[in-house]
């Protein structure tokens, strides 16, 4: 079975002693679903891990996503140039939220082109350009080219290196609307990552318009609400929400009190416990998503994850079941 994916995927079949990556398409109900495909050699054999990416779910609307204070990223990327950020871990919804916002723009009066590895999604009347590091098209190869094309909206699938970190602040102090994404878990974390890359809070105050860091976790299912039925599979769960944080800003004294860890603003924590309240997801949801910060001892003393662990306690003392999905008989 795997030879026949990689074939498909126009991977080498013979070779599996390195990592590849691939793709297809397969045509179903009438539309057309593309197929990403990666394999990991192991010492049992290849393991090849298929993402599919439904067209369908590339049409969804920002306002639909679940961000909160979306008004604060609607003001970040109306600004004619500067730099936005969208942040989050592998797989939590980056690529979605920034088409999301490409496609809320005015395509026709706006030069838009995109930079991805790989493109996922293709948005009509935006160019968007494949990395191929085969031929030497890095991302910072692509930025010095978008920057000689005169481009208005600049999107950049992620700051990876110094580098490519120079060259987006490059791009956005030179009259471009750059949006970018980093992988890390919060709004302070952000400004960590862009330290660690070399970025001046000088050269960022005047440029830094906004950040949005979210994650992905389970809405409940609205046939039975968490207790497991046939609709979900026994598992409570059906679709997936954003929990998110998301400030602006509008001054480059902003900018300074953020980079020193001087401002505040709702985090995500606080987000999520307020989508269980509106019945959206469980707690038992958020203690699986902030595993890791519940068992941090650097984040002990945080109140809104201490509240957080007296809703998760509150929930263990009405029953050790409470919220666990039950199964299909």
């Not at 871990?89 to 690529?95: N, Q």
């Not at 031929?135 to 208005?152: E, Q």
Request: glycine share 6%; net charge negative.
């Amino acid at each position: 079975m795997a030879a026949q994916i990689k074939d498909r995927s126009r991977m080498d079949q013979v070779e599996t002693r390195v990592p590849q990556d691939g793709s297809f398409s397969i045509v179903t109900v009438g539309r057309v679903v593309d197929a990403r495909v990666a394999t990991i050699p192991t010492v049992n054999g290849e393991v090849v891990v298929i993402r599919l990416l439904d067209p369908d779910r590339a049409n969804v609307r920002l306002e639909a996503l679940g961000i909160s204070r979306i008004d604060e990223w609607h003001s970040a990327v109306n600004y004619p140039y500067g730099l936005a950020l969208v942040c989050g871990a592998t797989g939590s919804g980056k690529t979605t939220t920034l088409n999301a916002t490409v496609r809320e723009m005015d395509r026709f009066e706006r030069s838009i082109r995109t930079v991805e590895e790989p493109v996922e999604y293709r948005i009509p009347y935006v160019a968007q350009v494949n990395v191929n590091r085969i031929v030497g098209l890095d991302f910072a190869t692509a930025l010095r080219a978008f920057m000689r094309a005169d481009p208005d909206v600049i999107v950049l699938g992620e700051i990876r290196d110094v580098e490519t970190g120079s060259l987006t602040l490059r791009a956005a102090e030179t009259g471009h609307m750059v949006m970018a994404t980093l992988h890390t878990g919060s709004i302070r974390g952000a400004f960590g990552r862009l330290k660690a890359l070399e970025v001046s809070p000088l050269d960022l105050q005047p440029l830094l318009r906004g950040v949005l860091v979210q994650r992905l976790i389970r809405t409940l299912c609205i046939a039975c609400r968490g207790s497991g039925c046939h609709v979900c599979f026994g598992t409570g769960f059906s679709g997936r929400t954003v929990v998110s944080e998301c400030t602006s800003f509008r001054s480059e004294s902003e900018v300074k009190r953020a980079f020193d860890g001087e401002s505040w603003w709702p985090s995500m924590i606080r987000d999520a416990m307020d989508k269980v309240e509106q019945g959206t997801t469980s707690v038992l949801e958020l203690r699986r998503v902030f595993h890791s910060e519940l068992e941090n001892p650097e984040f002990a003393n945080d109140p809104e994850l201490l509240r957080l662990q007296e809703m998760i306690k509150d929930m263990e003392k009405q029953s050790p079941d409470a919220q666990a999905p039950k199964p299909v008989e």
